[in-house]
């Protein structure tokens, strides 16, 4: 029996495209601005006018979130006063260690691309490395730290989805200085406090496993400012796709790295001595906490994101 040829990446795409063209107003067809919700997030696109949600079970090359605190949608809509500028969201994304093949992960983003999106605000919540990032705090990513990238698990592996791709794309400077300026320059706009946003470095995990105490030190220790499971796969591909990015964490927890390891010796001598050690419980993290912080912080993290919107220029 002969199989059919397999369905081209760019066959799939325009497939996705047709689907879109036929559910979405004119007016939202070609948004000028991407974001992608992290967890807990999706309130991001809570404010978006004229807003039309399209499930990805209707989009073919689409996954499905299965993580709670996304949710499997993209959301059109318009962003910003007057007219408004229309945005594209992807109100949860999809995750290696769901099971999904990078290629799926990135999916999303290759079609914001045809849909004629030119700027992508990527956000995530993520562990903090650094007692100066505090749960709270939103960190505006210079560059990443992707060990998985390093060892075979690179979204840009395998054949050129179009000849004009770079085969070795530089990512040096991955991280647009012009979008990043905006955060800023929107933060003050808002009259945050100039402590609700911070800068630092990403280090993409595979997940699902939180780090080990000796992971998280590591990370620490070669440079990481926040860890997480996502983003780095959509911002190498956003990057191929010639887009500008940014990328805002936003700290929903501490890495667990005590300075010093309990010592099960010690506390054993300890108590033969007859003085027993008291020993703290050792903290952990949970994905509860993650979106319990996210929910808190969803009001500002959109009235950033809508502010940064306004400020990027019309093209
Ligand atoms: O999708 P993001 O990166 O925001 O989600 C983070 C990483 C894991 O998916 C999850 C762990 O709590 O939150
Ligand atoms: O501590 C973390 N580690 C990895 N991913 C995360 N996402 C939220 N918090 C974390």
Redesign the pocket.
């Known amino acids: 029996m002969s199989h059919p040829p397999p369905e081209s990446p760019l066959s799939l795409i325009a497939s996705t495209l047709d689907v879109l063209a036929t559910i979405l107003p004119s007016h939202l067809l070609k948004p000028q601005v991407g974001i992608v919700c992290?967890?807990g997030l999706s309130t991001l696109a809570s404010t978006f006018r004229d807003k039309v949600e399209v499930p990805y079970s209707s989009l073919r090359g689409f996954g499905s979130s299965t993580?709670p605190g996304h949710k499997s949608a993209l959301a059109f809509g318009l962003v910003g006063p007057g007219k408004g500028v229309p945005v594209v969201a992807m109100l949860g994304?999809f995750?290696a260690y769901e099971g999904h093949a990078l290629s799926t992960v990135v999916y999303p983003i290759r079609v914001m691309a045809r849909l004629g999106v030119k700027n992508l605000i990527v956000t995530?919540?993520a562990g903090s490395l650094n007692p100066e990032l505090p749960v709270g705090t939103i960190v505006v990513i210079q560059d990443h730290l992707a060990l998985p990238n390093l060892t075979g698990l690179n979204p840009l592996l395998g054949p050129l989805l179009s000849p004009s791709y770079p085969r070795f794309l530089p990512i040096s400077s991955a991280y647009s200085p012009s979008l990043r300026r905006l955060a800023f320059i929107a933060s003050h706009h808002l009259s945050l406090p100039p402590s609700a946003l911070s800068e630092g470095i990403y280090a993409w995990v595979s997940?699902p496993t939180y780090e080990s105490p000796a992971e998280g030190r590591f990370l620490r220790n070669a440079g990481a400012s926040v860890v997480?499971?996502?983003?780095v796969p959509e911002v190498c591909v956003a990057k191929e796709e010639g887009m500008e990015v940014m990328v805002l964490s936003l700290v929903t927890n501490f890495v667990v790295i005590p300075e010093k390891y309990r010592s099960i010796k010690e506390e054993v001598q300890a108590e033969l001595d007859g003085k027993p050690l008291h020993i703290a419980e050792a903290e952990s993290v949970s994905?509860e906490e993650?979106l319990a912080i996210g929910k808190e912080k969803g009001e500002v993290m959109t009235r950033l994101v809508e502010k940064i919107i306004e400020l990027i220029p019309s093209p």
């Open positions: 992290g967890s993580v994304r995750h995530n919540a997940g997480g499971m996502s983003t994905h993650v």
